[in-house]
T-cell receptor, first 114, second 113 residues
């Protein structure tokens, strides 16, 4: 079974500063990895996903994430954040076996201060 | 707008009752997923249907059931409701498989009193 740990429940950052949201996963098999964003009172939106290939994945809104198999991590980064990035961010994992289900972390609330 | 619709938006009911949540996937999507989001449990996968067939089950209680109809809309039935079932229930759809992007609906907020 897979599990996901998001190491920070809340991350406050000043506008235009860089940010990293940390995600570690646990799995005995190869995995797919995802980052989702949830804006207040909305459903989730996919930011990016790692399926295979290049370990650096670029997503929407200037976000990127790097898959590190040896450290079982998939940290999300953005070089310069905006007020509009204020939201909850979820890391999720699924295995290659076709289990067809996502396991989510507990979420990280990103707050951007002016 | 993701293209996934969920009704109703809000639902308030009493313990012991039964409710049905409805989801219409994006046009062309064959897969439908149901998730539960609550403060204590976080975001949990409940069940996945592909073209009318159940494909995967997560932490779905026996009191809960779901189905996907020939027109591909899906319903999640929650019965013998308890206070702890109060949560936000999301539906998502994707073209076929898990590797395809999942598009989430706005959710149904269920309050059990």
């Amino acid at each position: 079974a897979q599990s996901v740990t998001q190491l920070d429940s809340q991350v406050p950052v000043f506008e235009e500063a860089p940010v990293e949201l940390r995600c570690n996963y646990s799995s005995s098999v190869s995995v797919y990895l995802f980052w989702y964003v949830q804006y207040p009172n909305q459903g989730l939106q996919l930011l990016l996903k790692y399926l295979s290939g290049s370990t650096l994945v670029k997503g929407i809104n200037g976000f990127e994430a790097e898959f590190n198999k040896s450290q079982t991590s998939f940290h999300l980064r953005k070089p310069s954040v905006h007020i509009s990035d204020t939201a909850e961010y979820f890391c999720a994992v699924s295995d290659w076996q076709g289990a067809q289900k996502l396991v989510f972390g507990q979420g990280t609330r990103l707050t951007i201060n002016p | 707008d993701s293209g996934v619709t969920q009704t109703p938006k809000h639902l308030i009911t009493a313990t012991g009752q039964r409710v049905t949540l409805r989801c219409s996937p994006r046009s062309g999507d064959l897969s439908v997923y149901w998730y539960q989001q609550s403060l204590d449990q976080g975001l949990q996968f409940l069940i996945h249907y592909y073209n009318g067939e159940e494909r995967a089950k997560g932490n779905i209680l026996e009191r809960f059931s779901a189905q996907q109809f020939p027109d591909l809309h899906s319903e999640l039935n929650l019965s013998s409701l308890e206070l702890g079932d109060s949560a936000l229930y999301f539906c998502a759809s994707s073209l076929r498989a898990l590797t395809d992007t999942q598009y989430f609906g706005p959710g149904t907020r269920l309050t059990v009193l």
